[in-house]
């Protein structure tokens, strides 16, 4: 899962002008120290960089696309990037079983699958890696303090908590190696990451937050290793 932060190529899909969108606001965070290509259907450029109508449309070969469309144009989305052979995506976009959109979230996870893609979200705040910088949390650094680099890694399926939490202890001057919103899970799940901390040489404290657990006995085996 290394493409989720230490990607060379990324996609922002949904990146509009307006600066307190969602969209927007993650590729600020990023298009000045990574390579990152804005996706829009009816914008020509985002901050002086140009703009693609679709993932299928960018020259390069893409590591990693972070989609923060509304759900009903997820899938879409989505297929397109199995298209273009995307296999890591970040699902900011709400909408689905968290309101009830069980049917939405069967068909995102059909796709998914059809594709072998590796998935957080949706419904989620997504990641930041304080060593590397790289950060897709849509809210602004004015109102969510990111932390300086240490060896805290802090999985929540809650945003809001997540955020919460963040912000209080980076505040504290606590030192974080990575952060991760997962949402609803569909696919990258609690085990998924914890397994993947567990290997992570910049993490020497794993915390959690979360509020159920797909895989009891996989989440427990994992934890007893640790």
């Not at 609690?190 to 404290?205: A, F």
Request: one cysteine or more; glycine letters at 8%; a positive charge.
């Amino acid at each position: 899962m290394q493409e989720f932060f230490m990607p060379k190529t990324i996609a922002v899909v949904g990146v509009s002008r307006a600066p307190e969108k969602v969209g927007h606001v993650i590729f600020r965070n990023l298009y000045q120290h990574f390579t990152v290509y804005p996706v829009h259907l009816h914008e020509e450029t985002i901050l002086g960089r140009k703009a693609y109508t679709s993932v299928l449309n960018i020259p390069e070969p893409i590591d990693l696309a972070i989609i923060t469309v509304p759900a009903q144009s997820v899938v879409r989305v989505v297929e397109e990037c199995g298209k273009k052979r995307i296999h890591h995506i970040i699902i900011v976009s709400s909408g689905f079983k968290e309101i009830g959109n069980t049917r939405g979230e069967y068909e995102l996870a059909k796709v998914l699958d059809k594709y072998k893609i590796q998935s957080i979200g949706p419904n989620c705040l997504g990641v930041f890696d304080a060593h590397s910088g790289f950060d897709t949390l849509f809210l602004p650094q004015r109102k969510l303090t990111r932390p300086k680099p240490g060896v805290i890694s802090f999985i929540s399926q809650s945003g809001a908590v997540g955020s919460a939490v963040l912000d209080l202890l980076a505040a504290e001057q606590f030192g974080f190696a990575k952060f991760i919103s997962y949402g609803n899970g569909t696919n990258v799940t609690e085990t998924d990451l914890l397994e993947y901390l567990g290997k992570d040489p910049q993490t020497k404290v794993i915390c959690l937050y979360i509020e159920g657990i797909k895989d009891g006995r996989g989440i427990s085996w994992r934890l007893r290793r640790k």
